[in-house]
């Protein structure tokens, strides 16, 4: 066997490695660890949650940005909808997410605390009960 075709051999093996790992290691279908969820949980998610879009931003410094928007044919196509937007700090303990609202725009919901327990978290999708028993699917946006 020459030097060029042992390097060969040794690129192929490499590749076959990556492509039966790599995948896998790297997946978005993976679950998060339990020990992950509060670094994995920062960053922007959006769902809809009965008649309403919503958009989350949690930011690592414990803050929180929700925007919510009705859906709706006049909403949706004409863009009369009003978007409102509550602000406040976000804390995690095992799978409940806790939420101190401390302002909201166009929204009623100033001085409330709401949690919710996740379900299942994967990279970029993660399920949520509420502590009204809806169960709603956020998509991580990219």
Known sequence: MTVANGLEVIRVALLALVFAFGPTACSSDAPVPLADYPKQLVGEWQ??????????????D???????????????TLGQGVT?????KWTIADK??????????H?????RTTTSTIESF?????????????????VRLL
């Not at 769902?47 to 690592?60: L, P, R, V, W």
């Not at 414990?62 to 949706?76: E, H």
């Not at 929204?107 to 001085?111: A, C, K, V």
């Open 47 to 60: 769902g809809t949650i009965g008649d309403t879009k919503e958009t989350m931003a949690f930011n690592a």
């Open 96 to 105: 409940v997410v806790t939420m101190n609202v401390n302002s909201a725009e």
């Open 84 to 88: 409102g937007t509550i602000r406040g």
């Open 62 to 76: 414990g803050t929180f940005v929700a925007r919510v928007r009705p859906t709706g044919f006049i909403s949706n």
């Open 107 to 111: 929204e009623r919901l100033i001085n």
């Open 122 to 138: 994967k990279q970029n999708e993660i399920v949520v009960k509420s502590s009204t028993g809806a169960v709603t699917t956020f």
